[in-house]
């Protein structure tokens, strides 16, 4: 989600933030023509000032492609150009132009016409990118999820997937005017491309590396499969979740050699350039409490009403939030280490406990203790909590038969959706005792009612999605990826080629898990 709608992330330095576009279609181009070939010897020096093997956090020779190098000379070169640099921009613009807006609790398509929308996108990038619609099969899933599979000439090899998605996130109608440019005019002002989806996520899904591609008749060795989503800013339930379905029934399990989502962030820490590449994501829950107590005329109330007993469970819970530990191994504490070991300026007393809290309980702590400051990396190592939604009660004069409130939760990557409800279950039983309610958790009984007219609690489990499976980052697809990102970097920059700076890459870990449900099963 963009909330700034500007193609540009937090940090980063202008000069990469200025080509984004262009850049992001080389690093597909890259991507495309170097997964053919894993692990091809560099081209381009590395900078004396960046060691590549340190025992933490090491880093890849930036990888080029060898047997396509040609195509990827021709494409650097033209990617250097302004012409291009116009068109590329032109092309995220346009896409941004057409709103594909995604709301809350939509019904199914074919129903809610807002869905409508999507159709004028797609009939653009069929004009805008013609030769990828006459060389790559599409398939539309669930009428508006794109399904592309790019044949390739050796099919003893597993595909690979590039995935995206092409909705966005609605502007809110009071918000509209305090945009510095309009949310969908796609407005180039020299620098930055504004507009909702210019960053997240229709860079991704723009076909503007493919159809260079093709222009030069490249034809690929390995399969190259691509799959948008539309709605996956409300949980990808119409779009992902049958492409998911369509992408196993074509290729069955563990198919693709590597599957690349969005989820690739640019940031300056500590003095250094880093690429962080989400290799985990947190899960989700919802917890929905339910209150139901005997009605009444509020002349004689009970000592407690639903509402009343709603809010010491809420107070019990805020009082109680999970206390998050920072693991070693976990994906922050991978993270954390690399911006440790490379991270120019990291204050010492950080930078000492990180390097050794591999081995170090204490060290460990202390870690944990100032990791924990930033609010931002709070979230991201331990499950959160948030009650975001309350009802309860309909006449001033009657009780309240009925209350009503929702938890949400962003679940750790060490830990699991049944861990998550059990913990609040654990909390609240004992006070849900005292008040003499019986307790079930997704209709099973945990409490008995010790005294029916009393009452009832009842916790129900919405929008379930466990951590995502974390992605090894010695694995030859993240060090592929790593290595290509390096490659392009190099390719795009003079100042890094001449090792006035350089990029490095980081594991990392996304704050929501709004493409979790992108990823194929
Ligand atoms: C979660 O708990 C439910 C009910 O206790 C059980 O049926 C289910 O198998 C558990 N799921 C996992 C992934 O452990
Ligand atoms: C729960 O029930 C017991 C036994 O009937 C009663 O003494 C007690 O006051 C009740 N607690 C509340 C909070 O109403
Ligand atoms: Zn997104």
Same mark, same amino acid.
């Given at each position: ?18 080509? #984004?576009? *262009? ?28 060691? !590549? ?19 990827? *000379? ?138 260079? %591609?093709? +222009? ?5 060795? #390995? ?66 409490? +339910?209150?139901?107590? $005997? ?6 109330? $009970? ?9 010491? %469970? !809420? ?18 504490? @991978? ?44 979230? %991201? ?19 309240? +038969? ?20 059990? *913990?609040?279950?654990?909390?609240? @039983? ?15 009984? !945990? ?31 993240? *060090? ?16 890094? #080629?001449?090792?006035?700076?350089? !990029? ?18």
């Amino acid at each position: 989600m963009d909330s700034k709608g500007m193609a540009v992330l937090p940090g980063v330095v202008p000069p990469l933030a200025t080509r #984004r576009a *262009r850049w992001a279609g080389l690093l597909a181009v890259a991507l495309i023509l170097g997964v053919l070939y894993f692990f091809v010897p560099l081209e381009y020096p590395a900078t004396p000032s960046l060691k !590549i093997s340190p025992p933490v956090c090491p880093q890849e020779y930036p990888l080029t492609p060898q047997r396509n190098g040609a195509f990827w *000379r021709e494409l650097t070169d033209l990617y250097a150009t302004d012409a291009f640099l116009t068109r590329a921009v032109e092309q995220l613009s346009s896409a941004v132009q057409i709103p594909t807006e995604t709301f809350d609790e939509m019904e199914p398509v074919g129903v809610d016409e807002r869905w409508l929308s999507r159709g004028p996108f797609i009939d653009h990038l069929a004009t805008a990118y013609p030769l990828v619609h006459t060389s790559l099969k599409l398939q539309k899933v669930n009428t508006y999820g794109l399904f592309y599979t790019w044949q390739g000439s050796d099919t003893t090899l597993k595909p690979v997937l590039l995935m995206g998605h092409y909705d966005v996130v609605p502007v809110a109608p009071l918000s509209a005017d305090q945009w510095t440019h309009p949310p969908y005019s796609g407005h180039f002002d020299g620098k930055f491309i504004w507009g909702r989806g210019s960053s997240d996520d229709k860079s991704s899904v723009i076909e503007t590396a493919i159809e260079a %591609l093709l +222009e030069r008749k490249f034809a690929p060795t #390995r399969t190259v499969v691509l799959s948008f989503g539309f709605d996956e800013e409300a949980g990808g339930y119409h779009g992902a979740q049958y492409l998911a379905a369509a992408l196993l029934d074509r290729f069955g399990p563990n198919s693709f050699s590597m599957i690349v989502d969005e989820g690739l962030g640019f940031q300056e820490n500590y003095g250094t350039i880093f690429a962080l590449p989400d290799i985990a994501e947190k899960g989700h829950l919802n917890v929905e409490i +339910e209150l139901q107590t $005997p009605g009444g005329h509020s002349s004689v109330p $009970p000592g407690h009403t639903s509402i009343g007993m709603l809010a010491a %469970l !809420i107070v019990q819970l805020e009082s109680n939030a999970p206390v998050p530990t920072l693991q070693v191994g976990s994906p922050v504490f @991978e993270m954390a280490q690399c911006f440790a070991t490379r991270g120019a300026t990291m204050p010492s007393k950080l930078k000492h406990a990180l390097l050794h809290a591999g081995k170090s309980p204490k060290a460990l702590k202390t870690a944990e203790a100032l990791l924990l400051k930033d609010p931002v990396l709070k979230a %991201l190592i331990g499950t959160t909590q948030a009650v975001d939604m309350i009802t309860g009660g309909v006449k001033s004069n009657a009780l309240p +038969e009925q209350a009503w409130a929702v938890v949400n939760h962003r679940i750790a990557t060490q830990s699991s959706v049944n861990e998550t409800l059990q *913990r609040d279950v654990e909390l609240l @039983e004992g006070l849900a005792a005292r008040f003499n309610l019986s307790v079930t958790a997704n209709g099973k009984l !945990i409490t008995p009612a010790a005294d029916a007219t009393y009452g009832s609690l009842a916790l129900t489990t919405r929008q379930e999605l466990e951590p995502a499976p974390v992605t090894p980052s010695n694995a030859a697809p993240f *060090r592929l990826l790593a290595g290509t990102i390096r490659a392009t970097f190099h390719a795009a920059r003079k100042d890094v #080629r001449e090792g006035k700076t350089d !990029i490095v890459i980081a594991p990392a870990i996304g704050p929501g898990n709004s493409g979790a449900s992108e990823l194929a099963s």
